[in-house]
C-alpha cells in the first residue's frame, strides 16, 4: 500500500511540472489556471498546451479551501448511517450543487469534543459555510466554546449553521434552522391520549440531549392539557438505536410500570420498539401500541405502517443553505412546522 501511494504521488502533475514544462513561472501557471489576473495570449496558450499534454487535473477541493475554487460547505453529522439526518444532508447537497458550491460531510459520532474539533479545522480552512446537524448535549462549556467558534467564522466572512437544533446562547452570530420538537411530541402525546391511551410509555433520547429534552418536554405538557399526572417511571432514556430500544422495551415489559402505548423518540428507535414486543409475544397494535418520530421512508414500510410525526427534513437542508449563502440575513431563526401522520400501529381504547 505504501509503495502504490508513492507511486501515485510521483505520478501526480503540479502546477510546477507545468510551469517547468512551459517555460514560465509558477505565478504565471496560477494566474492562467484561475484566471485572476490578466496574462498575454502567447503564455495562456503556451500554459494550456502543457495542461492538455500532461493532463493536468487541478484540485478542487485544495482550491476551495484556500477560496480559489468553488466555496465549502462543511456537514457536521452523528453518522452517515442516520436515516432522519441524512435526509438533512442530502437537501443542503442538493441546494449547495445549485449554486456550484463543495460539500463536504464529516463525522462526529456523537462526541461534542469531536464535533467541536471538526468545527474549528473547518475554520481553519476557510469553509464557506460549517452546518451543524442533529440535536447535542446541554453542556454549558460546549455552548461557551462553540460560541466563540461562531464568532471567529463571522468575523472570517463564514457562518456556523445550527441545523435541527436550537440556538446558541446570548447574542451568537450563527444561523439556525430547526423545527418544532416539542409541538411535534406534544402533538402526538394528544393523538394517543385522544385514542384512549393514559399510560405511555416514552423514549424520548438520551439524557440531557437537546432533542431529548423537547420532546418529554412536549410529552409532559400533553398530559398536562389531558389533566394527567406525570409518572417518571415511564421514561427511558437512551441513544436513538433499534438495539437499546430493544433492550429498554424488553426491560419495561419486567417492570412495574403497565403501559398500552409506546412513544418512540424516533422512527428507528420504534423499529427496535416493535421488534423487543413480538419477541415478548405481544402484538402491534392489538396489545401495545407505537408510535415514532421523523416519517422516513421505513416508516411507511413496517408492518403495521407506523403512525409518527412528520419532519420536513429535506427542506430543511435546503433552507439551511438558502440563508447561508444570501447576501442579506433578514432570518437567522426559522421554525419548520412538524405533523401527525396517522398508519395502523395504534389501536383505540374505551376512554
Same mark, same amino acid.
Given at each position: ?18 510551469? *517547468? ?31 492538455? !499534454? ?38 443542503? !447537497? ?29 475554520? /481553519? ?9 442533529? +440535536?447535542? @448535549? ?30 446558541? /446562547? ?8 430547526? @423545527? ?26 438520551? !439524557? ?21 399526572? @406525570? ?11 433499534? +438495539? ?25 428507535? *420504534? ?8 419477541? *415478548? ?31 420536513? @427534513? ?22 419548520? +412546522? ?5 398508519? /395502523? ?7
Amino acid at each position: 500500500m505504501g509503495r502504490q501511494k508513492a507511486a501515485a504521488d510521483e505520478a501526480r502533475i503540479t502546477i510546477r511540472d507545468i510551469a *517547468a514544462r512551459a517555460g514560465v513561472s509558477v505565478a504565471t501557471v496560477s494566474r492562467v489556471l484561475s484566471s485572476s489576473h490578466p496574462v498575454s495570449d502567447d503564455l495562456r496558450t503556451r500554459v494550456m498546451d502543457v495542461v492538455r !499534454e500532461l493532463d493536468y487535473v487541478p484540485n478542487a477541493h485544495a482550491r476551495s479551501l484556500a477560496g480559489a475554487g468553488p466555496k465549502t460547505v462543511a456537514i457536521l453529522i452523528d453518522s452517515i448511517t442516520g436515516a432522519a439526518f441524512a435526509h438533512v444532508a442530502r437537501g443542503i !447537497e442538493e441546494e449547495a450543487s445549485a449554486r456550484d458550491w463543495l460539500s463536504l460531510v464529516c463525522v462526529t459520532g456523537g462526541d461534542p469534543e469531536r464535533e467541536l474539533a471538526l468545527v474549528n479545522l473547518m475554520r /481553519q480552512q476557510g469553509a464557506a459555510a460549517v452546518v451543524l446537524l442533529g +440535536g447535542t @448535549y446541554d453542556l454549558a462549556d460546549y455552548q461557551l466554546r462553540m460560541a466563540r467558534f461562531a464568532k471567529s467564522l463571522d468575523s472570517a466572512g463564514s457562518r456556523l449553521v445550527l441545523c435541527g437544533r436550537p440556538p446558541l /446562547q446570548g447574542d451568537v452570530p450563527a444561523t439556525t434552522i430547526e @423545527y418544532d420538537n416539542a409541538n411535534g411530541a406534544f402533538t402526538m402525546t394528544s393523538h394517543l391520549l385522544s385514542m384512549g391511551h393514559r399510560r405511555v410509555l416514552i423514549l424520548p433520547g438520551p !439524557e440531557n440531549f437537546t432533542t431529548a429534552q423537547a420532546r418529554l418536554e412536549g410529552y409532559r405538557n400533553a398530559l398536562t392539557t389531558y389533566g394527567l399526572p @406525570y409518572d417518571a417511571g415511564l421514561v427511558r432514556h437512551g441513544r436513538y438505536e433499534d +438495539g437499546v430500544a430493544h433492550r429498554i422495551v424488553l426491560d419495561a415489559l419486567r417492570g412495574k410500570n403497565d403501559f398500552t402505548a409506546v412513544f418512540a423518540g424516533t422512527d428507528v428507535v *420504534a423499529t427496535g420498539v416493535m421488534e423487543g414486543l413480538r419477541e *415478548a409475544g405481544l402484538s402491534v397494535p392489538d396489545d401495545i401500541s407505537v408510535v415514532g418520530f421523523d416519517d422516513i421512508p421505513l416508516a411507511r414500510h413496517l408492518s403495521p405502517g407506523l403512525t409518527t410525526v412528520h419532519v420536513p @427534513y429535506e427542506e430543511m437542508g435546503r433552507m439551511a443553505l438558502r440563508l447561508v449563502s444570501s447576501p442579506r440575513r433578514d432570518k437567522d431563526h426559522v421554525v419548520l +412546522g412538524t405533523h401527525v401522520v396517522v398508519r /395502523q400501529s395504534v389501536r383505540p381504547l374505551a376512554v
